[in-house]
């Protein structure tokens, strides 16, 4: 009888072991320490505000903002860099964010308004690499055919797809920060590649309701509405109801 008793003691420990087991994976995917990667919403948001309380202090102290040294040509979504190293090191912020490219994940914190109402935004380095890689390949294509471009049809003013085909960027594809959905390729005379972010403006401007001022840069509804800035992109103007990207005057 005592035999039978502990070998049914054996097994229900067995089958504690097997289900704790089982439960372990489950657990580790909601620790707090994987925030960042694991919950974008709720990660990214706090680890913007950590860093903007940081860029505050320093700024407050130092008088001047904690940035990378860039070009004056450098584009205004990827400029003004923030040195999470110098704030680490100098005591302003006590862990770099997972989320950073300087702790192995996909993103700079960077700095708008950095004159007035300095702001602490995410630029996603997926989508600058991507838009990367189509513009070599639009290069090789343009100097293998003496300077023609990779033309689709003309889907803007000044502005065209690409022909993937022609290309061979048809296994590039690009999902949206703000939306997930797939954004299009555009380039222009030149053969500069940018990111169509029309469609994600047009929610935007939906969403909030009523009609966007004519001579307004409707890039700042993603600005507004999120914590990434539309990287690689053309400026939109509101004309005839719809969001259209500005070609670069010749």
């Not at 005592?2 to 049914?8: P, S």
């Not at 053969?191 to 700042?220: F, H, M, Q, W």
């Not at 993603?222 to 539309?230: D, F, I, N, R, T």
Request: glycine content about 8%.
């Amino acid at each position: 009888m005592y035999e039978v008793k502990l070998r049914q003691l054996l097994g229900r420990a067995a089958l504690l072991l097997w289900v704790v087991l089982l439960l372990l994976p489950l657990g580790g995917c909601m620790y707090p320490g994987d925030s960042d990667q694991q919950q974008p919403g709720s990660g990214y948001r706090e680890s913007v505000k950590r860093v903007q309380a940081a860029v505050d202090d320093y700024q407050e102290q130092e008088g001047l903002l904690p940035i990378k040294t860039s070009d004056e040509a450098t584009p205004r979504y990827e400029k003004f860099v923030v040195d999470l190293n110098k704030l680490q090191q100098e005591g302003y912020l006590d862990e770099l964010p997972a989320a950073s490219f300087e702790k192995g994940g996909s993103a700079y914190f960077l700095i708008l308004d950095e004159e007035s109402d300095p702001q602490v935004k995410l630029m996603d380095l997926v989508t600058v690499q991507k838009v990367n890689d189509v513009q070599r390949k639009v290069n090789l294509y343009k100097s293998a055919h003496g300077g023609v471009l990779p033309v689709e049809e003309e889907v803007y003013p000044g502005l065209s797809s690409i022909d993937a085909k022609k290309a061979g960027t048809a296994s590039i594809k690009l999902d949206s920060v703000y939306s997930g959905q797939l954004l299009r390729f555009l380039m222009d005379k030149d053969g500069t590649v940018y990111a169509d972010y029309g469609a994600d403006i047009s929610s935007a401007i939906d969403k909030n309701g009523g009609t966007p001022e004519a001579d307004r840069d409707l890039r700042l509804e993603l600005e507004q509405a999120s914590y990434y800035v539309p990287v690689k992109s053309l400026p939109y103007m509101w004309v005839d109801g719809q969001a259209v990207p500005q070609a670069p005057v010749e």
